[in-house]
């Protein structure tokens, strides 16, 4: 497994609230982490470091394989305990109130993962040439679209299509969404904030994946190139992981 990681503070913002972390565990698997923070006076960039910081030391704890069915409540344990982390400090100091952060966590070995997540950054998985959403965004938007009472069109257009009907740390408990997926030679998995998938086309981000002679870290700074050249009026962060190939080596990365 190889991974790459970029963040950008993008053309508009003032600071950057995203934050990531890409590591292993004791026993080998690898392990990533994007979170998204809202909130006023700075209270966004609290919540994703207040996130990560609990994911990160968590999963480099992490014991044991991802393949028994434990290791699902575990991870969902790992996640609320992030949520536990950015609740009580909003509670305890008013500046903070109400902040939280979206997050995607992956963990993976050579042949499964597991991803949980809650708001609306995203996991997508490569393979074979065709890109795969993972994740559903937990957003109003989304939400009416999925009803019916959106079209594609009209969400992506929407004034309020960052509303997010789930978030880590604005309440004492949460809901988190864990899926288990595959993982074959050859596949890449990319965790993002909004600030890529909002601006960037599925498919330019999959021929960005795709492109044949460059690194793991190159296509990292070319998805970051690719949303500062869409506007950038966002943070925006990249996670890359690659299960490389067994016939070649092709790309290079580093977390």
Not at 39 to 62: E, F, M, P, Q
Request: with cysteine; aromatic share 2%; net charge negative.
């Amino acid at each position: 497994m190889k991974t790459a990681l970029r963040s950008h503070i993008g053309r508009v913002r003032q600071l950057n609230e995203d934050r990531a972390w890409v590591g292993t565990t004791p026993g080998g698997l690898t392990a990533a982490a994007v979170a998204d923070g809202m909130g006023g006076h700075n209270a966004g960039d609290v919540a994703s470091t207040l996130a990560i910081d609990s994911l990160s030391r968590s999963l480099s704890a992490w014991e044991g394989v991802i393949s028994a069915f434990e290791a699902e409540e575990q991870l969902k344990a790992i996640v609320l305990a992030a949520n536990a982390a950015v609740f009580e400090t909003a509670s305890k100091h008013p500046q903070y109130h109400n902040m939280g952060t979206t997050v995607v966590v992956a963990l993976l070995d050579e042949r499964e993962g597991l991803i949980g997540h809650i708001g609306d950054s995203r996991a997508y998985r490569v393979r074979g040439g065709a890109i795969e959403q993972l994740t559903e965004d937990h957003t109003l938007v989304n939400e009416l679209t999925r009803s019916g009472q959106l079209s594609r069109e009209e969400a992506a257009n929407h004034p309020r299509r960052n509303v997010l009907t789930r978030a880590l740390g604005t309440d004492a408990d949460v809901s988190v969404d864990l899926q288990r997926i595959d993982m074959l030679p050859g596949d890449r998995l990319l965790i993002c904030s909004d600030g890529l998938s909002a601006l960037v086309e599925k498919e330019l981000i999959l021929d960005t994946l795709n492109i044949e002679g460059v690194t793991l870290d190159q296509r990292a700074d070319r998805l970051i190139a690719l949303a500062l050249t869409a506007g950038g009026d966002d943070n925006v962060t990249v996670a890359l992981i690659e299960y490389e190939a067994e016939t070649g080596t092709r790309d290079g990365g580093t977390s």
